[in-house]
């Protein structure tokens, strides 16, 4: 079925740094989602790409989905504190979303 | 999030012993949805629905069972518990199906103990 895979599955930056993570699919998506799940809570949706090569930004956060419609990353510019949590992507495949397993993003002050 | 809530939020549950997990929605939303989620393994589907009745299985179903008889409760069923199903299970509902432009709207999850 449907695959979504998501590197890297951790990373620990310091306060200021950037953070990337990266979703790839082994088929074409027509959209991707992403989510933010913070330690002990649930994921929130944060945004979803539509268009091949769209980019969508909402303050420090930087989502781009790939010219082939296989791809996507979620770049944070100088992380804070509150950053903190796992990130997902998810992509559709027949009647449902599969969520990629998730990169947990640590931030040091 | 407003508009759904889960119940049990905790539960510790003996093998063998059957359990029923409530997801509860006010947003007359017509799909929901059941995910577990393990360390790495993020989430998977259990099974959805996309209305009153109307049930799918997802990519982990087995041992597992769902009933909706009304839009707003999605009842997830745990037949004879074993120790591989203890997880966070997460509840979701949506207004679309595949492309859901403002997402799936989760739950507060039930964190599930099978000794």
């Known amino acids: 079925g449907q695959q979504v895979m998501q590197i890297p599955q951790y990373q620990h930056v310091q306060e200021g740094e950037d953070f990337t993570t990266y979703c790839n699919s082994s088929?074409?998506?027509?959209?991707i989602q992403w989510y933010k799940q913070r330690p002990g809570g649930h994921p929130v949706f944060l945004i979803q790409?539509?268009?091949?090569?769209e980019v969508k930004k909402q303050k420090r956060l930087t989502f781009q989905f790939g010219e082939a419609k296989k791809n996507s990353s979620l770049h944070i510019t100088a992380t804070q504190t509150t950053d903190v949590g796992t990130y997902f992507c998810?992509?559709?495949?027949?009647?449902?979303?599969?969520f990629g397993t998730g990169t947990s993003l640590t931030v040091i002050p | 999030d407003a508009g759904i809530t889960q119940s049990p939020r905790h539960k510790v549950t003996e093998t063998g012993t059957p359990v029923t997990l409530r997801c509860h929605q006010t947003?007359?939303?017509?799909?929901m949805y059941w995910y577990r989620q393990d360390p790495g393994h993020g989430l998977r589907l259990i099974h959805y629905?996309?209305?009153?009745?109307?049930?799918d299985k997802g990519e982990v179903s087995d041992g597992y069972s769902v009933s909706r008889s009304k839009t707003e409760d999605f009842l997830l069923t745990l037949e004879s518990a074993t120790s591989s199903q203890t997880s966070v299970y997460f509840c979701?509902?949506?207004?679309?199906?595949?492309?859901?432009?403002?997402?799936?709207?989760f739950g507060s999850g039930t964190r599930l103990t099978v000794v």
């Open positions: 979701a509902i949506s207004e679309s199906e595949r492309q859901a432009p403002n997402g799936y709207t």
């Open positions: 088929t074409t998506l027509s959209n």
């Open positions: 790409l539509v268009k091949s090569g």
């Open positions: 998810a992509g559709p495949g027949g009647n449902q979303f599969y």
């Open positions: 947003e007359n939303h017509r799909y």
């Open positions: 629905s996309y209305g009153v009745k109307d049930t």
